[in-house]
């Protein structure tokens, strides 16, 4: 309608328990650009995870967060979207103001380095590997995706229907600097959503038009009730939010650093066969047996990738000796997940994952992605679990509350889903052990202690580990990666007869 919308804040009552906020800002079309990737450099950096970031600072010093996200979305022809979305916990909520100061102070150390190159070329790696190694894609899919580039054809040719989220052509640091400078509090749409926003207001009726000039007060929509305000930001919220300076003086945000997890070797170690042939009945070869574990290689170039995996279930003594443990090592692990997310972070930006979790035989730790650096991740992640493993204090008891809302959850299973569960836990005669429900006030009374406690049982009652290397990586690679597992975890037998009752 011609109306500027930015400086307002649209705050909702939502159905769930969850917080959200949402930036907006929203900038002429740049999709006839999409060979400069402007706005991905920006909102790459301000959606960074690892060290010194604006995730960092909110999720793991503060705990005011338990997710973020950034991006651009080019699907209008008469203008382009930035959006950086928030998951706010309950402390989060009671420090909005403050949680969007760190975002525009994030913005301003990424507007007063002048744009650079490497990062740039960086970013353009990645797109260049998710290109060259993407999985084959069926034909409707397809058909599908060219389809609708056809409806942008007349911002990005038919050659670069399907490249165009991968091409990088042109570094513009000209473009990058003026973008940013768009990102501030007068342009800023700012979402909030919550329950107990709209609490012992009065409803102002059905919103109709609402008017962005002033205070709309609490309405509700038409069609399904939900309750909004729409109303300017305060002069008080934009002075906080435009003295970024003071902000950036009382935290620790930097930008990332070189992405160490980038691959530098492609090469395939084995040389792919003439043709696909089925896999069924090759085995991998068994390289060790031992009291304390096996390790299984396979050798695989079938799909033409220089990528690994490796995947070890580690059965330890002190996990399953009783249920507190087997919960301890539980809310261990998810304290390990919870800081893989930071610290792993460039790995997964690179075409990495890694995963640790506790399962039915022990705790099951997997890496996977291209072998060049796979060894590097999988030292991270086993490191993540070991003892005297750094965990920030600040995020114990948000983990520890999303353990207890998943245990919870069990309540709304389906039917199917519980019966395989309970069917797992009969066959390895350990029922007590994993009711889940029941171990609601198992977890609820833990401490940090307790879950620092569990690292150091890894290792005290000896363990037990089944390791398989697989993809391109040699031999040698393979006996590394179970090394790495057993200098960190232990390299202890269980004692006689423990593995077949584990």
């Known amino acids: 309608r011609g109306v500027a919308v930015g400086g307002r804040v649209i705050e909702f009552e939502t159905v769930g328990d969850s917080s959200t906020l949402r930036m907006c800002w929203y900038l002429p079309p740049l999709a006839h650009e999409y060979g400069k990737k402007s706005l991905t450099y920006l909102t790459a950096m301000l959606g960074d995870e690892g060290p010194g970031s604006l995730v960092e600072q909110l999720r793991t010093e503060r705990g005011w967060i338990d997710a973020l996200s950034a991006g651009a979305s080019h699907t209008a022809s008469t203008f382009c979207e930035v959006e950086i979305s928030l998951a706010l916990t309950a402390e989060g909520m009671a420090h909005l103001d403050e949680v969007v100061a760190l975002v525009f102070a994030a913005i301003a150390l990424v507007?007063?380095?002048?744009?650079?190159?490497?990062?740039?070329?960086?970013?353009?790696?990645?797109?260049?590997?998710?290109?060259?190694?993407?999985?084959?894609?069926?034909?409707?899919?397809?058909?599908?995706?060219?389809?609708?580039?056809?409806?942008?054809?007349?911002?990005?040719?038919?050659?670069?229907?399907?490249?165009?989220?991968?091409?990088?052509?042109?570094?513009?640091?000209?473009?990058?600097?003026?973008?940013?400078?768009?990102?501030?509090?007068?342009?800023?749409?700012?979402?909030?959503?919550?329950?107990?926003?709209?609490?012992?207001?009065?409803?102002?009726?059905?919103?109709?038009?609402?008017?962005?000039?002033?205070?709309?007060?609490?309405?509700?929509?038409?069609?399904?009730?939900?309750?909004?305000?729409?109303?300017?930001?305060?002069?008080?919220?934009?002075?906080?939010?435009?003295?970024?300076?003071?902000?950036?003086?009382?935290?620790?945000?930097?930008?990332?650093?070189?992405?160490?997890?980038?691959?530098?070797?492609?090469?395939?170690?084995?040389?792919?066969?003439?043709?696909?042939?089925?896999?069924?009945?090759?085995?991998?070869?068994?390289?060790?047996?031992?009291?304390?574990?096996?390790?299984w290689h396979y050798p695989d170039s079938q799909f033409g990738q220089p990528r690994a995996a490796i995947r070890c279930t580690v059965t330890a003594a002190g996990v399953l000796e009783d249920a507190r443990a087997l919960w301890s090592t539980q809310l261990l692990i998810s304290m390990a997940t919870d800081a893989l997310k930071a610290r792993a972070y460039p790995a997964a930006v690179a075409g990495l994952s890694a995963s640790v979790s506790v399962g039915i035989e022990g705790i099951d730790l997997s890496v996977s992605g291209y072998s060049d650096k796979l060894m590097r991740l999988l030292d991270l992640a086993v490191a993540s679990i070991a003892p005297g493993a750094d965990f920030p204090a600040s995020r114990f008891e948000p983990v520890k509350t999303a353990v207890v809302r998943d245990l919870h959850a069990d309540k709304f299973a389906g039917s199917m889903t519980t019966a395989l569960t309970q069917l797992k836990v009969l066959v390895r005669s350990r029922p007590g052990f994993y009711e889940r429900l029941a171990a609601v006030p198992i977890v609820e009374a833990l401490t940090l202690e307790d879950m620092r406690a569990a690292a150091v049982n890894l290792k005290s009652g000896g363990s037990y580990t089944e390791c398989l290397v697989a993809g391109n990586v040699r031999e040698a690679d393979a006996r590394q990666a179970l090394a790495a597992v057993r200098a960190t975890l232990g390299d202890t037998p269980l004692a006689d007869g423990a593995l077949e009752q584990l």
């Open 111 to 295: 507007r007063e380095r002048p744009a650079e190159k490497w990062r740039w070329d960086e970013d353009a790696q990645i797109a260049q590997l998710e290109w060259r190694f993407a999985e084959a894609i069926d034909g409707l899919s397809l058909a599908v995706a060219l389809s609708a580039s056809l409806l942008e054809i007349d911002q990005i040719p038919l050659c670069d229907a399907l490249r165009a989220p991968f091409a990088y052509r042109e570094f513009d640091g000209a473009q990058i600097a003026h973008l940013s400078s768009q990102l501030v509090p007068e342009t800023l749409l700012l979402y909030v959503g919550g329950q107990g926003l709209a609490k012992d207001a009065a409803d102002g009726g059905v919103v109709d038009v609402v008017g962005y000039a002033t205070d709309s007060g609490w309405v509700h929509e038409e069609f399904y009730g939900a309750r909004l305000r729409v109303r300017p930001l305060s002069d008080a919220q934009l002075a906080l939010w435009t003295n970024t300076a003071l902000v950036l003086g009382a935290s620790t945000l930097s930008l990332p650093l070189p992405n160490q997890y980038l691959p530098a070797d492609l090469r395939l170690l084995f040389s792919p066969p003439a043709k696909h042939t089925p896999s069924d009945g090759v085995a991998p070869t068994l390289l060790l047996d031992s009291p304390t574990g096996r390790l």
